[in-house]
């Protein structure tokens, strides 16, 4: 019996890197499995969603961006720092907990910023202290006349 011939190169090279693709793209697929959802773009659309229902507010005017936020297999904790457009501070942060609904984030509560510290910043902050004033002495910072 003759001894076959060779396959020619070409051949197996086209069908090679025909081919290679399909592997790729099952691993890109299964490398995102559901986390395509886990960044904070995709939390800080469903935040303005959130905050855009709100007829008291004026996004337009707002400056919103997504200071942190965490991911629990189908929740999100986030915290939102606001301030107005063209300021560089006189903003606040609010805490929000996001449910992942389908492919998109949905507000489900909201905290207050911080580990619980007022949105507002500490009541009192910058007033001078009591202490250290001499028996009878007039409280510091009260206005002229008043107790």
């Given at each position: 019996?003759?001894?076959?011939?060779?396959?020619?190169?070409?051949?197996?090279?086209?069908?090679?890197?025909?081919?290679?693709?399909?592997?790729?793209?099952?691993?890109?697929?299964?490398?995102?499995?559901?986390?395509?959802?886990?960044?904070?773009?995709?939390?800080?659309?469903?935040?303005?969603?959130?905050?855009?229902?709100?007829?008291?507010?004026?996004?337009?005017?707002?400056?919103?961006?997504?200071?942190?936020?965490?991911?629990?297999?189908?929740?999100?904790?986030?915290?939102?720092?606001?301030r107005p457009?063209?300021?560089?501070?006189?903003?606040?942060?609010?805490?929000?907990?996001?449910?992942?609904?389908?492919?998109?984030?949905?507000?489900?509560?909201?905290?207050?910023?911080?580990?619980?510290?007022?949105?507002?910043?500490?009541?009192?902050?910058?007033?001078?202290?009591q202490e250290?004033?001499?028996?009878?002495?007039?409280?510091?910072?009260?206005?002229?006349?008043?107790?």
């Amino acid at each position: 019996m003759p001894p076959v011939p060779p396959a020619p190169k070409h051949i197996i090279g086209v069908v090679k890197t025909r081919y290679l693709p399909l592997p790729l793209t099952a691993l890109l697929l299964l490398g995102c499995g559901g986390r395509g959802l886990q960044n904070e773009g995709a939390v800080r659309q469903g935040v303005l969603d959130y905050l855009s229902q709100r007829s008291d507010l004026n996004l337009k005017s707002m400056q919103v961006d997504i200071t942190s936020v965490s991911f629990r297999e189908d929740e999100a904790d986030a915290t939102v720092s606001f301030r107005p457009k063209g300021a560089a501070g006189g903003g606040m942060e609010m805490r929000y907990t996001l449910e992942r609904q389908g492919s998109r984030w949905v507000v489900k509560g909201k905290g207050r910023a911080g580990a619980g510290q007022s949105p507002h910043g500490q009541m009192g902050a910058g007033m001078p202290s009591q202490e250290g004033l001499p028996p009878g002495h007039p409280a510091v910072g009260n206005p002229p006349g008043a107790k």
